[in-house]
Antibody
Framework: EVQLVESGGGLVQPGGSLRLSCAAS????????MSWVRQAPGKGLDWVSV???????DYADSVKGRFTISRDKSKNTIFLEMNSLGVDDTGVYYCARQIGDLNPYDYWGQGTLVTVSS | SYALTQPPSVSVAPGETARVSCGGS??????VHWYQQKPGQAPVLVIYYNNNRPSGIPERISGSKSGNTATLTISRVEAGDEADYYC??????????FGGGTKLTVL
């Protein structure tokens, strides 16, 4: 059974850092595009970052230079390192997988809440 | 950047048909995916590649495209269909673009 389980969210002050994890089971994160998608409170879905199967990465303009996506193949886990956090980064962060270009997100995790507040 | 336009809300009575639209300048040539998100839950894929249903999604839910508009249609609407629905495409820069979402209310 495919499962994605996020963790690492919490309350952080503006300017702070946080590291999110997404533990996968039932498939290998090495053969899928793995993305982070966030949702601000009461708002829609916004793509944040992707880690392609060839280890290249991409980021939304709003997080470029501040967030880093990575993968630990031995743990079958995806990470999102978030630095210089601002109040606009508040929201639920989901990890989701895609088999390749043009394909949908066929599985999502349950999400982890990040709150940036003083 | 590319934008997808959805109506903020759609309301229908139980047993009727709900239609959620998704407009975009390139949708005619894009592959459109649809997600259902119930309160407090993660999104769930309900339609992929314009009109295909994943296993477990009822036949009452269908997708279509005409011109620059994609439409998610839910027939014989039930109370359990009440949710937010999002369309999604890939734009030419390989960015994943989501519509703003439509709240379906079952009266």
């Amino acid at each position: 059974e495919v499962q994605l389980v996020e963790s690492g969210g919490g309350l952080v002050q503006p300017g702070g850092s946080l590291r999110l994890s997404c533990a996968a089971s039932g498939f290998s994160v090495s053969v899928y595009y793995m993305s982070w998608v966030r949702q601000a409170p009461g708002k829609g879905l916004d793509w944040v970052s992707v880690l392609y199967t060839g280890d290249t990465t991409d980021y939304a303009d709003s997080v470029k230079g501040r967030f880093t996506i990575s993968r630990d193949k031995s743990k079958n886990t995806i990470f999102l390192e978030m630095n210089s956090l601002g109040v606009d980064d508040t929201g639920v962060y989901y990890c989701a997988r895609q088999i390749g270009d043009l394909n949908p997100y066929d599985y999502w995790g349950q999400g982890t809440l990040v709150t940036v507040s003083s | 950047s590319y934008a997808l336009t959805q109506p903020p809300s759609v309301s229908v009575a139980p047993g009727e048909t709900a239609r959620v639209s998704c407009g975009g300048s390139n949708i005619g040539s894009d592959s459109v995916h649809w997600y259902q998100q119930k309160p407090g839950q993660a999104p769930v894929l309900v339609i992929y590649y314009n009109n295909n249903r994943p296993s477990g999604i009822p036949e009452r839910i269908s997708g279509s495209k005409s011109g620059n508009t994609a439409t998610l249609t839910i027939s014989r609407v039930e109370a359990g269909d009440e949710a937010d629905y999002y369309c999604q495409v890939w734009d030419r820069s390989r960015d994943r673009v989501f519509g703003g979402g439509t709240k379906l209310t079952v009266l």
